[in-house]
Each structure stands twice: as structure tokens, then as C-alpha cells.
């Protein structure tokens, strides 16, 4: 059974930051194993923030691009978000997601919420 755990959302100040962490079980983490993050503020679809291929290679919305960086341990088969400068708007609910042959994994989400 797969399961995915995010941590470390909470309430920040603008320009502060937070890590958010995303425990897996039951996924291989391999070379076709795409892990991310998405988010979903009130009233909004969900938008891709970040993901990282097996290979490493990682992209970014244009929206958190020079604030987050995501990486993988493929060993621990964590995924991470490193969050700096944020800002109001990256207010919403994080979620994690792992895609390995089409099939999808999603977590229940964490709550980042920026406002002072």
C-alpha cells in the first residue's frame, strides 16, 4: 500500500520560510520515479509547484522559481521543499505526489499559510 505523509507546513511571516517534508512507503524510488509538489489555495485549482526526476532534474513554476528548491533522497525515499521568501499568495494547501509508470500517489496535504 502507498502511502504519503507531508510535514512542516504552518503559519509564517512574508519573507519567512518553511521546509516541508514528504514521507513515502510503498513506492520504488527509481530513475522513472517522478516525485513533486502541488498546491491548492481556497477557491483555486491545484498548481504544480516543483518536481524532480529520477535523474535529478528539477523545474519550477514560474511563480516560486529563486524561492523553493525541491530535492529527493532516494534512499529514505523522502521528498522536500525548501520554501524561502514567502509570500502571501503562496498560501494553500502542499500536497506531495509521486508518479512512477502513470501511476499517481498523492498525500493528504499540509497548510501553509503566510500572513502577518
Known amino acids: 500500500q502507498v502511502q504519503l505523509v507531508e510535514s512542516g507546513g504552518g503559519l509564517v511571516q512574508p519573507g519567512g520560510s518553511l521546509r516541508l517534508s514528504c514521507a513515502t512507503s510503498?513506492?520504488?524510488?527509481?530513475?522513472?520515479?517522478?516525485v513533486g509538489w502541488s498546491r491548492q489555495a481556497p477557491g483555486k485549482q491545484r498548481e504544480l509547484v516543483a518536481t524532480?526526476?529520477?535523474?535529478?532534474?528539477?523545474r519550477y513554476t514560474d511563480r516560486v522559481k529563486g524561492r523553493f528548491t525541491i530535492s529527493r533522497d532516494n534512499e529514505k525515499k523522502t521528498v522536500s521543499l525548501q520554501m524561502n521568501n514567502l509570500q502571501p499568495e503562496d498560501t494553500a494547501v502542499y500536497y506531495c505526489n509521486v508518479n512512477r509508470f502513470g501511476d499517481n500517489y498523492w498525500g493528504q496535504g499540509t497548510q501553509v499559510t503566510v500572513s502577518s
Open positions: 510503498g513506492v520504488i524510488f527509481s530513475m522513472y520515479t517522478m
Open positions: 524532480v526526476s529520477g535523474d535529478g532534474t528539477t
